[in-house]
Every structure is written in structure tokens, then in C-alpha cells.
């Protein structure tokens, strides 16, 4: 069976650029956390927990190159992984990436490049390398929200607004995510959602 080497699809825009690997790494690790705020309550031995939001994933691996035997410069190749850093003019920002390797697929964008060159030709050409990439996920909001179940979005709710509630606490509350209040203010066609009134009956729209 041939040896499947590793690959970068780079999504730029109008076009996609596949790099390929020179040697497969030997290991990758794959680091996920969330975020939680630590409330201290008087008289108990702990802090509360309560849940912010979901963490990236990041992805990080040791890439190597050597292009010794062939006596070219190592940079030629290294320089299409850092580059993934650099800004695309068409993006305004940095490409986004998939690395593929067998079942593994991950989406994300390039976070960290480290470059070590070890080998040199008597002309100081460098003609080995070892690269630690970080990869860190990345999905848009459309995505976030077509893949993580949200029972208390699959229909319009009625709720009255609490005195000193606000809409981003029953956006946050309601979807998880409190950048989403604007969808309520929407659904209820409230200009400043600071001048809502207490006791006010809000509709929570479903999300699509």
C-alpha cells in the first residue's frame, strides 16, 4: 500500500493551493478547553463555576524537511508553511487551512510557526529543518450554530424581561452566545434594547 502523505488545502478565496508534506509527522496533539468564571461565595469552601463559552481546538505538530541529498535550499519548501501566516490580499487575513491526513481533518487557521534549521551546505545554504506548527480551529458563526445542539433554539419563546435583565443575558442564556441579542432585538423590532421596559413580553426567536 503507497505511504498517504500529509496535505494542506489552503482556502484562498477564488482558489484552493494544496501543499504537501515532505515527511509525515511522527505525532500531533490535538489541546481543547472552555472557558469558566470562578465566582467566590461567602461561607462556602470553593468557588462556584459557571460556564462561559466552548474553547478552540489547536492542533500542533513537528513538520520536517531536507532537501540535502538534492543540494536545494530548504526554504523553498518551509517558506510555504510560514507563509500561511502572512496576509491575503483578497482575504485581508490570513488563510484558512485544512490539514489532511488519513481520517484526520481539521479546519483552522495557522497560529504559530517555529523554524529550526540544522543542516547547512559549505555555502551556508540550509538544507534541513524541523517546523513546530500550530494550527487553531476555526468555524463561522453559520457553522457554530448548524452543529452544537441548542434545544432552547428549535422554537420562538415568550419570555418577560426581569427588572435589570437585558437582552445579551437571555441571548446568552437562551443560545449560548450573548453577541446573538441583535436576533431578539430583531424579532421584537427594539431600536435600543437599553430602553426596554421591565415586565416587556420578548419573542426568542428560533434559530435557523
Request: hydrophobic fraction near 35%; include cysteine.
Amino acid at each position: 500500500m503507497a505511504l498517504k502523505k500529509a496535505m494542506i488545502i489552503v482556502d484562498k478565496g477564488n482558489s484552493k493551493e494544496n501543499v504537501q508534506v515532505l515527511f509525515n509527522p511522527g505525532e500531533y496533539t490535538l489541546d481543547t478547553t472552555n472557558s469558566y468564571s470562578w465566582n467566590t461565595v461567602p461561607g462556602l469552601s470553593m468557588p462556584i463555576g459557571q460556564f462561559v463559552s466552548g474553547g478552540t481546538t489547536s492542533l500542533s505538530m513537528d513538520l520536517y524537511f531536507d532537501t540535502y541529498e538534492k543540494g536545494t535550499d530548504v526554504r523553498e519548501h518551509t517558506k510555504k508553511i510560514s507563509g500561511l501566516l502572512d496576509v491575503e490580499k483578497e482575504l485581508h487575513a490570513p488563510p484558512i487551512c485544512r490539514f489532511v491526513w488519513g481520517s484526520l481533518d481539521f479546519k483552522g487557521v495557522v497560529e504559530k510557526v517555529n523554524q529550526q534549521f540544522t543542516m547547512f551546505l559549505d555555502t551556508g545554504v540550509p538544507v534541513r529543518a524541523k517546523l513546530k506548527v500550530t494550527f487553531r480551529s476555526w468555524h463561522s458563526k453559520k457553522e457554530q450554530l448548524q452543529t452544537i445542539p441548542r434545544h432552547s433554539a428549535d422554537r420562538t419563546k415568550q419570555k418577560m424581561l426581569k427588572q435589570g435583565e437585558q437582552l445579551w443575558m437571555i441571548a446568552a442564556h437562551e443560545y449560548e452566545d450573548p453577541s446573538l441579542w441583535r436576533e431578539i432585538a430583531k424579532a421584537n423590532q427594539i431600536d435600543n434594547p437599553l430602553k426596554v421596559v421591565t415586565g416587556r413580553r420578548i419573542s426568542v426567536p428560533r434559530l435557523d
